[in-house]
């Protein structure tokens, strides 16, 4: 089975927002919950650059190891989702999450912040019925073989979606092509005759 994960290629992001836009239209959040952003270093200098970032569906999720009440499961493609109906808005995942992936509708104390919402992955989540996931979850894109609307919308193509085999060999055909004769490999003598960057994943 494929195990979906997220990539964000920040050569290509230039923080347009489209993906925040089309995860808000997708899934409806209520306010104040943001499931994907875009963050900005060394903004308006030479060397900045920006990714978007969400839940990134860790293969070993910290989250999953934190939460007292087994709020948070990891499905066998490797989506990691949330029941809402278990969660008592405690917050460990929020602390234990490097990317800052779950949130809650208010900054209240313990028990009062609200469920906890993260990106599904456009996977929706458990429920009964087609609409009462919808509300609780968002849209359910992958059961209708679609990927998330964050990567389809992306306008650069920067944010990949999909089979973790496939976007790794995407993302290596790119770093491979970005390669110049004048750039960081010149004078490897291993490097292709048409100036491609070496691709360090070849053998001999």
């Known amino acids: 089975m494929a195990t979906m994960k997220f990539m964000c ?27 994907r952003r875009v963050v900005t270093l060394n903004d308006g200098e030479p060397s900045e650059v920006s990714i978007s970032v969400a839940c990134m569906h860790c293969d070993d999720a910290p989250c999953i190891a934190v939460c007292p ?54 996977a929706g989540g458990p429920a009964e019925t087609k609409e009462e996931e919808y509300q609780k979850y968002g849209a359910n894109r992958i059961a209708e073989g ?7 919308m992306c ?22 092509q970005r390669g110049h004769k004048d750039g960081a490999w010149s004078g490897n003598p291993r490097a292709d005759a048409d100036n491609l960057a070496y691709d360090a994943s070849r053998q001999g």
């Open 146 to 152: 679609k990927l998330p609307l964050c990567a389809e």
């Open 9 to 35: 290629d920040a050569e290509r992001c230039i923080e347009c927002n489209g993906c925040v836009t089309a995860c808000k239209n997708a899934n409806e959040v209520e306010w104040g919950i943001q499931r």
């Open 155 to 176: 306008s650069t193509k920067a944010l990949l979606a999909g089979d973790a085999q496939t976007v790794a060999d995407i993302f290596r055909q790119r770093v491979v």
């Open 69 to 122: 009440t087994e709020t948070l499961y990891q499905r066998d493609d490797g989506i990691v989702l949330h029941d809402k109906d278990l969660c008592i808005g405690c917050g460990y995942c929020l602390y234990a999450c490097p990317f800052g992936a779950p949130q809650f509708p208010t900054q209240s104390a313990f028990g009062e912040r609200g469920k906890m919402d993260k990106c599904t992955f456009c």
